[in-house]
């Protein structure tokens, strides 16, 4: 049977020539497995926990796993429309391309500018949180300097193993999977046997975390694990200019990512719950890294260290994946010759066929982040949460341009189709990405100097402004002749 082609793609679903005139320089070195790898080890459950288990503990007492389980359900329906979206457009870049075929030129620059920053801040959060592993593996006091000297190491090595090529990228996605697995399933099941000194009924009791008030803030304000743990599928589609059949894989790999990080993640956050002694002391701050302390206690010295590598291990692929998508990101937009420096930034390695200087800009870029971070307290939340948000707005913005196309009359005609859910789905998923902005940016610390209580809000409107300013100074977005607004018909 012939597939019909899509519009602006070839007829076996491959990118075929719609980002321009010119045939996808990129190999499709990638197989179904790595491409899951790929969006797996970017969500990484191990990466997510062991950075924000202490955090939401603190904030909100065990009944904080339950944010895991609402941000699944949520993240799950923004998988779908964007399976629907990749597999009709499965060109590299993900949101960026996608928008400017769903929507327009402008609204496909500033989705693709939010988005870049959005992972740019990521690779740093992810680094950053690695810090303290690294530290207590290579038995050194972690300080707010050695953990920026750490991440910028972290940074190093990830770029490096991304210049070799797509072929290292996928070895490294599926080693880093099996590490989180390990991490995971390994670590949790000897946590459960060992090390267990509650039942399920803590995960109903906030231990006082909600203090007198609604416990509804409180559990809201945890939820940043939940938040931070269910983006990374869309990794899955960032490189669909290197996927064999993308249009049947893509989407499949963005929902098992779904499905087996978000079991992973809830399983690992439930076995460090159980296995925590006293709630009390890490919601009053005497614990401030329980996750450490339970490994050492359960492990001892020599296994906890073990473990410590194989989460580095995770820590480094999630680096890797994120590079390998911002990469990408930012080479999309120079073939578009959407920004300063395209010609620099399209440049292609024809040997390990990677865009050797737009991953470049991926690692210098967080590597300076890291140390501005110097000048913030709590670093590590307010990176964590401004790129949560920064993820979050470009993936609506997205969500938002899918819904905009099905009402002026776009019919999904690619392999993956909701069929008559698209529009209850499509809703869905919008209504859920603009409650979990709100409660990302929404300030928590109301003793803190005004800046700092509202950074995450104020970095995202920066980050606009600057968008906007340089998206109407320069006019950027108008000089590519690539596909734009064409799902909408005539």
Partial sequence: MTVPAPPGGAADGTAGTDHGEEKSEFRKDMGPWANFALGFTYLSPVVSTYTLFGTALADGGPPMIWA??????????VALVFGEVVAQYPVAGGVYPWARRLWGKRWAWMTGWVYMWALLITITSVAYGAGPYIAILLGFDATVHTTVLCTIGLILVAVLINYAGTKSLSWAALIGFGAELIGAIVVGVILLVTHR???LGVLFDDYGAGGDGSYLPVFLGAAIIGFYQY????????????VKNPGKVIPKAMRRTIYVGGAAATFTCLTLLLAVVDYQ????????DPAVRILFDALGEAGARIVMAVVLISFLSCTISLQAAAGRLIY???????????RFLRKFSPT???PEYALLVAAVIPALIAVGSLISTDALTKIVSFAILGIYAAFQMVVLAALRARVK?????GEYRLGRWGLIVNIGALVYGIFAIVTIAWPRTPQAPWYDNWIVLLGGGVVVAVGLLYMFTTHHYGRSDAPSANAIPD
């Fill in 68 to 77: 895991f389980v609402m941000a699944g359900c949520g993240q799950f329906l």
């Fill in 197 to 199: 000194f509650h039942g």
């Fill in 231 to 242: 983006y990374g599928f869309e990794a899955c589609g960032d490189v669909a200019e290197e």
């Fill in 281 to 288: 002391a890490v919601i009053s701050g005497k614990d401030p």
């Fill in 332 to 342: 999309s937009y120079a073939r578009d010759e959407m920004i300063i420096g395209h």
């Fill in 352 to 354: 390990r066929a990677v």
């Fill in 409 to 413: 009359g776009w019919k999904p005609s």
